[in-house]
């Protein structure tokens, strides 16, 4: 019998072809020149895959597309050396009078810079943050030529546009700075713009020097800004035409202290500015009442609205319920809300308003306990396209998770839920220690109990590192 060739066969033989190619340097060069053009995106893969530096260089400098996408695999990231190498050649590409004019024109590092769960030599978002603007001041040193070098003939090599996401705190600001505003033969576009701990002027300073188009996120997060500082900062984000999620969390807001009211219009009317948003965090900003009043000029429904530890009061949630959000919200984080006492009519309201929507609803630490289950699930069954369910750190027990979980099975979209640990589970000398043994039986028995209802593809789990949920942009 001729074995049956799949597309995916084909492809495995062609990656691991790809894979010996690499681990031998010198025929790897020699064939490189010969390559077809269709095979460098499998050569790319293999040299980062198997950490062959050399010839990942060689493979980024003779690139023959105007696009170089790093994120081949969303299982593996290139580390530091991998990333370093990758800019070292785009850089030294575009130095005057060496070699063939580069096809490169867009790098795109987006999505990369997650490595802190990998390791040591990972990349994460600060340090690929940095490691961009070092490439970009180097470029734009080696753009200024020496008397006496020899000109390219022709026109000069344009600029290579790194698309990438951006982490800044004070130890970094500078540089990030200078790099913006380089105009070096290497452009940072920016996708998501994230800073900590920045004060005002920094954060003004950098906000003016990103690149107004392709910006979507803006994440401002411990750079205790108060009301004052977030009326100066967000006017200046309606100048980036793409943004689409705007996240002010631990911003110093307390609509308790004297004179907030025309701050909170004045900010209303900035976030009114951005006609793109379509989602909003302002975690642990006390918001009590005022939520009608901050999202009232907003010029298009949010999909997704993050207001944990808010202190919220029974009118916010009761105006959400009847506003144009509710039927367009795919996210909600109500997290660190008591929804046990006085908010529970307003939330048991608010559910059936956006179950035609919702995809991510996150209720951790909201003072909840198995006697709420009977009134809760009702609603929550409503919520069709739910995937993410949160409940940690509420005080459920081991008989409430069986509950629980009998009680979302019709919820076939349903994909994560985190869980508290059962209080049933907890130490006997009461030092807050949960013994694994009592919580390996509990999930062993939530699994069990999902494998018989055929909902093995669906996760329970206590774990924090889940305990994030899904991005709004990939909900």
Known sequence: ????????????????????????????????????????????????????????????????????????????????????????????????????????RVLDMTGIQDGAEHGPDGVTLWSGTVLLAKACLEASQRRTEPRGAKRRK??????????????????????????????????????????????????????????????????????????????????????????????????????????????????????????????????????????????GSLQRPLESLELPFCHLQPCDLTFLAHSPHASALKKLDLSGND????????????????????RHLDMAECHLGDAHLPILLPPLRRCALLSYLGLFGNALSSKGLKVLLEGTLPLTSLRLVVHPYPIDCHGDDGDGDVPEGRVAAVRDELRGMLRSAGRDEEMWTSSLHHHGGFDFFVL
């Not at 053009?37 to 050569?43: I, N």
């Not at 929804?339 to 059936?352: K, V």
């Open 154 to 295: 022709g026109s000069p090599v344009p600029p290579v546009e790194i698309r990438v996401d951006l982490f800044v705190n004070s130890t970094s600001g500078a540089i990030l700075k200078a790099a913006l505003r380089s105009g070096g033969a290497v452009r940072l576009r920016c996708r998501d713009f994230h800073a900590e701990e920045l004060s005002l002027g920094g954060t003004v300073d950098l906000l003016e020097a990103l690149e107004p188009v392709g910006l979507r996120r803006v994440e401002l997060r411990f750079n205790n800004l108060g009301l004052e500082g977030l009326c100066q900062v967000v006017p200046r984000l309606a100048r980036f035409p793409d943004l689409a999620s705007v996240r002010l969390p631990y911003s110093n807001v307390d609509v308790r202290r004297p004179g907030t009211e025309d701050g909170l219009r004045e900010l209303a009317e900035a976030l009114g500015w951005l006609r793109g948003l379509r989602e909003l965090n302002l975690g642990s900003c006390r918001l009590a009442g005022r939520l009608r009043l901050l999202l």
């Open 339 to 358: 929804l046990s006492s006085s908010l529970l009519p307003a939330f048991l309201h608010l559910l059936p308003a956006v179950s035609s929507s919702l």
């Open 1 to 104: 019998m001729t074995p049956t060739v799949t597309p995916t066969t084909a492809s495995s033989l062609v990656s691991l072809c790809a894979r010996r190619l690499a681990a031998h340097l010198p025929t790897a060069r020699r064939a490189l020149p010969l390559l077809p053009a269709e095979l460098y995106p499998v050569l790319l893969h293999a040299a980062l895959l198997d950490r062959r530096v050399p010839l990942l260089r060689d493979v980024v400098r003779s690139w023959p597309f105007p696009v170089l996408s790093l994120r081949r695999d969303p299982h593996r990231h290139p580390d530091k050396l991998c990333v370093q190498a990758v800019l070292l050649a785009v850089t030294a590409g575009l130095r005057s009078g060496t070699g063939p004019r580069p096809c490169l």
